[in-house]
């Protein structure tokens, strides 16, 4: 059974950083076709990616938090991460990390990616970013 458990959602003032981790079970992140993402759901807006990461390290990101954000994973302890800087109000979400086996889901398109391949998802973690 898979499980992903995100930790470290909070408040921060517009410019400031913070780090989200997602504790991965029942998903080897090391294993060349797994696709690891982030995710994220504003009020009364469509839930998009934000970043992923394959199991040999290969990253992409959306094209409103590119040079901002960074996606990372440590193989030994499971666990996907995701450095949030230069932070907006309008990066104001609830974040959720997410799991594939297709390697392919890391793909993105016109900046989108296809979460329809994300079987596996965290509950959340709130991300509040004031001006």
């Known amino acids: 059974q898979v499980q992903l458990v995100e930790s470290g959602g909070g408040s921060a003032q517009a410019g400031g950083s913070l780090s989200l981790s997602c504790a991965v079970s029942?998903?080897?992140?090391?294993?060349?076709?797994?696709?690891l993402g982030w995710f994220r759901q504003a009020p009364g807006k469509e839930r998009e990616g934000v970043a992923s990461?394959?199991?040999?390290?290969?990253?992409g990101y959306g094209d409103s938090v590119k040079g901002r954000f960074t996606v990372s994973k440590d193989n030994e302890r499971n666990t996907l991460y995701l450095q949030l800087s230069s932070l907006r109000p309008e990066d104001t979400a609830v974040y959720y990390c997410?799991?594939?086996?297709?390697?392919?889901?890391?793909?993105?398109?016109?900046?989108?990616?296809?979460?329809?391949?994300?079987?596996?998802w965290g509950r959340g973690t709130q991300v509040t970013v004031s001006s």
């Open positions: 997410a799991a594939s086996l297709r390697r392919a889901d890391c793909r993105w398109f016109a900046g989108q990616l296809n979460q329809a391949g994300f079987y596996d």
């Open positions: 029942g998903v080897i992140v090391s294993t060349y076709s797994t696709c």
């Open positions: 990461i394959s199991g040999d390290g290969t990253t």
